[in-house]
């Protein structure tokens, strides 16, 4: 609610919070997959940039740097949880960009505890002198899910688990491209570019696109209305 609400208005937020609580798709969060563990991290990190921001009488730009460094923890413990959140980058980078004055060095700033969080377990592998057993678990993990199963097949499932949703997401993000909408965009396209290119996946990793289906669909409802 506090994501859309921020971005757009408390209508949008409402209808996006009432779609992600009562459709059928996110009842895949309620599911024991790492994807529902990081969600709420990825959407902590999302939120706290909209609080990064704020503006005196003079509507100058002061940046609180705390929050940005505890968005970029969140984001790092999402990708620390599954890798596959590290497309979540731009997005988040984007917001703190726009929110910071277009200042690349609050960009960096964030981008310490993102890089660092995750490269914890790369670097504790080493310390043990098993960094090519880390290196042979990581290669084994992509290579076991290897099926012909395609974005195409997860879409799909979209359908059959959830229609509304999937069309209303889907024509939401439609309007999104033509409004150019950079956060919805930002949040969806690397997410998927990622699944295409890796070239296997199931319906539960589309669980991170869950929220901007809501977000979406909701600013779709209130342009059509």
């Known amino acids: 609610y506090k994501i859309a609400a921020r971005k757009s208005n408390q209508t949008v937020g409402f209808i996006a919070a009432i779609l992600f609580a009562a459709m059928p798709l996110s009842q895949l969060t309620r599911n024991i997959w790492l994807e529902s563990i990081q969600l709420p991290l990825i959407l902590m ?17 002061h940046v609180n740097y705390s929050i940005i460094l505890i968005s970029g923890i969140f984001l790092g413990l999402a990708i620390f949880t ?38 914890v377990w790369p670097a504790y592998a080493f310390s043990i002198g098993e960094f090519d057993k880390w290196i042979d678990g990581m290669l084994w993990q992509v290579e076991r899910f290897k099926e012909d199963r395609t974005v195409t097949d997860i879409l799909h499932s979209f359908f059959k688990l959830d229609y509304v949703l999937a069309i209303l997401g889907i024509a939401g993000i439609i309007l999104a491209a033509i409004k150019k909408d950079i956060f919805v965009l930002l949040w969806t396209i690397p997410f998927v570019v990622f699944v295409y290119i890796n070239g296997y996946a199931s319906h539960f990793h589309f669980i991170p696109l869950i929220p901007v289906f809501c977000i979406a669909s909701s600013e779709l409802i209130t342009y059509l209305a």
Do not use: G, H, M, Q
């Open 45 to 61: 990190s999302v939120l706290l940039t909209s609080y990064s921001k704020r503006l005196d009488n003079n509507n100058n730009i």
């Open 82 to 119: 599954k890798i596959p959140a590290f497309t979540f980058i731009p997005v988040v980078a984007f917001l703190i960009y726009v929110n910071s004055n277009k200042s690349f060095n609050t960009v960096e700033l964030w981008f310490v505890p993102v890089i660092i969080i995750p490269l």
